[in-house]
């Protein structure tokens, strides 16, 4: 085996975002830009001659390319195994699982998550550490440094393999495996869920449609859901993994998602609807004519953990990020639990994970997950879902309405204004700050401010800080204005804001969340000056 050491100079803006590193495929596809960032990951995560590495991706354009780089790059760079899905294909739940069980040393992991593919869409790569989980700050940031001094990569010449076939071939020396994509997860799902209640469901007087948006979840919902549990041929829809997703944007939401809803709200409509997103990741829950919010759906997974066989013993905590709705906290209140508030970004859950301090996540991004691996996982929370509705022979709308009826409702909406200019987004935000002195003791929406602040977070486990994680109004009876800017685009910025006020009255409960935060709305407009500063009347999308 010959290695070849390629010169090369740094690029600009590879630091590593929330979810890695994202940019438009034309970006990527500049000679020596994966490389650099690649040996730069290599260079900065210690001591892996001899070692596995987990390689596998959405499946959208470019990702089968990238692969063939990095299998030459890690031959080159000492890695004695990599196990890679087969057709390039990993959900990210699903490679967190496979490192995980076969003790890798890490992976990558190629996905620009719920973001459109193409040509000239986006693009994007990740690390993820031993235990399965991203990478923490300490290491992103170590990587974005070796990215701004990079003066060479190293490489193997070789032809490139055919990752169609499953087994086990040589490349310069290393070992790879090309594995079945699904056969892992789906082993895993079967040790957490009563299949046969599932499967006594979807055999009864029920129905439901999944869709997979033609991205990475097709393959593993028509195994599992399909051929396993036995729902009808055709309830998956949209299963195949395409390079463009189909023309769409695989974010399982009310606006993207709009195929999926219109079934769910249609006449003879299914009892019970899902979507995940580009990687896998993400989940919209819905009821016949009913959605759930994420926020909702975390509360209720968390309250009714104890009828699912993976977490009949309990559960060891909750942690939500700093701007999914409270709900969830109210239900660790009742059952004795520690609550935790992390910024935004699956990472910070992961060191509370590996303590034992919780076991189910989530954030309001349509992201729930446990300790089963170290990322969300959209697959496994519509089983969780279905596991319950298999227990508790309830509608969807039931069972959230006897939640409200017990815990309070949460109202609760965030507002994505995308694609706004960043110097524009950037006032937005500063806008709110510079309040941060006098709404304090004001009357806004009809409610007592309590505070202001940039909420910034110390790590229980490691004690890490992390600042500036989002511009928070905080009132007296607990309603909050939260205004935050996305890490997970790439062009422009996406401005978000997320309001919520709590309702314990049953007989206020029923609104729709739109009309329930009217005045929030107005007022998170008022103190941003956001119409102003952007000219936008209204988000792109409504959550």
Known sequence: M???TIATE?????RPGTSGLRKKVKVFQQPHYLENFVQAVFDSIGDFQGQTLVVGGDGRFYNLQAIQTI????????FSRVLVGQNGILSTPAASNVIRKYRAYGGLILSASHNPAGPDEDFGIKYNIGNGGPAPEGVTEAIFEQTRKIEWYQTVECDDL????????ELAGMQVEVIDPVADYAELMQKLFDFNAIRSLLADDFSMAFDAMHAVTGPYAK??????LGAPAGTVMNGEPKEDFGGGHPDPNLTYAHELVEILYGDDAPDFGAASDGDGDRNMILGNHFFVTPSDSLAIMAANAHL???YKNGINGVARSMPTSAAADRVAEALGLECFETPTGWKFFGNLMDAGRVTLCGEESFGTGSDHVREKDGLWAVLFWLNILAVRQESVEAIVVEHWQKFGRNYYSRHDYEGVDSAAAEQVLQNVRDQFATLPGQMLAGRKVGKCDDFAYTDPVDGSVSTNQGVRVLFDDGSRLIFRLSGTGTSGATIRIYLESYEADADKQGLDAQDALADMIAAANEISGLKQLTG????????
């Open 223 to 228: 195994v599992i859901i399909e051929d396993i």
């Open 162 to 169: 055919d990752l169609s076939l499953a087994g086990n071939f």
């Open 71 to 78: 299998l030459r790059m890690a031959a080159a760079n000492g």
């Open 10 to 14: 740094p690029f600009e803006g590879q």
């Open 536 to 543: 936008r009347d209204k988000p792109t999308v409504i959550t």
């Open 2 to 4: 010959k290695i070849h």
């Open 308 to 310: 699912i066989p993976g």
